[in-house]
């Protein structure tokens, strides 16, 4: 028998929806928001008042994208936590009332645990997805870690950020250079062009498999300022080179701490996941260290990094299969540890 689930993500700033249906994706609507770009990052309250605007209209275009009605829906996942609360309180209001009126179940979600899954997802029949157990590092603007991946509902960190995250360290990074928001993509396009080894930025020495970006960026600051004081137009001048350096600097972190852990847990399927795995960077020097050390990588598409419903959805499916559902009186909450 086939199980389709709608799946709604609100954790932040894009406004998603999707359709499973046995893992298949069926649509995968996302709506942004703009809005926050003149600020040079989120504003929580807009964000929060642009979801109650866009839930509705991306919630009926997910639906009539999948060709499916809201009677055939035989469950609702919503993101749970962590993110904004604001923003986590439309989708899972939304959630809770559309399941209630419909008599299905709804299912809290773990917006980490979506971001490992999303590998799983079949947007075409013959996709392919990790052998358990692997090891997955999730970057992203909020979130650092690598994971330990025993099954779809078996998940357990190993080794995360004890300060700031990566994806945050690109886009302090980028707003120091006057780059705009979201600043890491626009340094991943610039890092393209420019010389990795341009600049030798501070690396931490942090014991284990925990990660810390906070003295890089204080690396990253102070550099420029001594530059700049010989040198006014040095940014300027070498704004590629400078990009590429920061970039390069923060995946030999990443990579380092992924070695350690297969080295550990002596496992070779490798998957990476967040928002910071669709930079281009990471991902070709991921590819290239897999081949070198004979490990089975495995890169989302990139449509699959950012927040999306999709992922959501998917764990929804497996929850579902173990008839694990979640109470209507449950509430989101900005800080949501795994399991």
């Given at each position: 028998?086939?199980?389709?689930?709608?799946?709604?993500?609100?954790?932040?700033?894009?406004?998603?929806?999707?359709?499973?249906?046995?893992?298949?994706?069926?649509?995968?609507?996302?709506?942004?928001?703009?809005?926050?770009?003149q600020y040079g990052g989120v504003v929580p309250e807009l964000a929060s008042r642009a979801h109650q605007a866009n839930i509705i209209p991306v919630v009926d275009t997910a639906l009539r994208n999948a060709g499916v009605t809201i009677a055939e829906?035989?469950?609702?996942?919503?993101?749970?936590?962590?993110?904004?609360?604001?923003?986590?309180?439309?989708?899972?209001?939304?959630?809770?009332?559309?399941?209630?009126?419909?008599?299905?179940?709804?299912?809290?979600?773990?917006?980490?645990?979506?971001?490992?899954?999303?590998?799983?997802?079949?947007?075409?029949?013959?996709?392919?997805?990790?052998?358990?157990?692997?090891?997955?590092?999730?970057?992203?603007?909020?979130?650092?870690?690598?994971?330990?991946?025993?099954?779809?509902?078996?998940?357990?960190?190993?080794?995360?950020?004890?300060?700031?995250?990566?994806?945050?360290?690109?886009?302090?990074?980028?707003?120091?250079?006057?780059?705009?928001?979201?600043?890491?993509?626009v340094i991943d396009k610039l890092a393209a062009e420019g010389n990795p080894g341009f600049i030798k930025f501070a690396k931490p020495n942090i014991p284990d498999l925990d990660f810390s970006f906070s003295g890089l960026k204080t690396s990253f600051?102070?550099?420029?300022?001594?530059?700049?004081?010989?040198?006014?137009?040095?940014?300027?001048?070498?704004?590629?080179?400078?990009?590429?350096?920061?970039?390069?600097?923060?995946?030999?972190?990443?990579?380092?701490?992924?070695?350690?852990?297969?080295?550990?847990?002596?496992?070779?399927?490798?998957?990476?996941?967040?928002?910071?795995?669709?930079?281009?960077?990471?991902?070709?020097?991921?590819?290239?260290?897999?081949?070198?050390?004979?490990?089975?990588?495995?890169?989302?598409?990139?449509?699959?990094?950012?927040?999306?419903?999709?992922?959501?959805?998917?764990?929804?499916?497996?929850?579902?299969?173990?008839?694990?559902?979640?109470?209507?009186?449950?509430?989101?909450?900005?800080?949501?540890?795994?399991?």
């Amino acid at each position: 028998m086939s199980v389709t689930i709608l799946g709604i993500e609100s954790s932040c700033d894009d406004t998603s929806a999707a359709v499973i249906r046995d893992q298949l994706l069926l649509s995968n609507v996302i709506s942004s928001q703009d809005v926050h770009k003149q600020y040079g990052g989120v504003v929580p309250e807009l964000a929060s008042r642009a979801h109650q605007a866009n839930i509705i209209p991306v919630v009926d275009t997910a639906l009539r994208n999948a060709g499916v009605t809201i009677a055939e829906i035989d469950a609702i996942a919503y993101t749970r936590g962590p993110g904004l609360l604001g923003s986590l309180l439309v989708g899972a209001s939304f959630a809770k009332g559309a399941a209630l009126t419909l008599g299905v179940p709804i299912i809290s979600v773990n917006h980490l645990q979506g971001h490992v899954l999303s590998h799983f997802i079949k947007d075409e029949p013959n996709a392919i997805h990790p052998s358990f157990p692997f090891l997955c590092l999730l970057v992203s603007g909020g979130h650092t870690q690598i994971m330990l991946v025993r099954g779809p509902m078996d998940m357990e960190i190993v080794g995360q950020t004890i300060d700031d995250a990566a994806g945050e360290a690109f886009d302090k990074c980028a707003k120091v250079l006057g780059l705009p928001y979201p600043g890491g993509p626009v340094i991943d396009k610039l890092a393209a062009e420019g010389n990795p080894g341009f600049i030798k930025f501070a690396k931490p020495n942090i014991p284990d498999l925990d990660f810390s970006f906070s003295g890089l960026k204080t690396s990253f600051l102070y550099t420029l300022r001594d530059k700049l004081y010989t040198e006014p137009n040095f940014v300027n001048e070498h704004l590629p080179d400078i990009c590429a350096s920061l970039q390069q600097t923060i995946i030999e972190i990443l990579l380092s701490k992924v070695e350690q852990a297969v080295r550990k847990y002596r496992i070779k399927e490798i998957a990476i996941a967040g928002g910071v795995a669709a930079n281009s960077g990471l991902r070709n020097a991921l590819q290239l260290l897999g081949q070198k050390r004979g490990w089975k990588v495995y890169l989302p598409k990139k449509q699959f990094t950012t927040d999306n419903a999709a992922m959501i959805a998917i764990v929804g499916y497996y929850s579902y299969l173990e008839g694990k559902t979640s109470p209507l009186d449950e509430p989101p909450l900005a800080r949501l540890p795994l399991g």
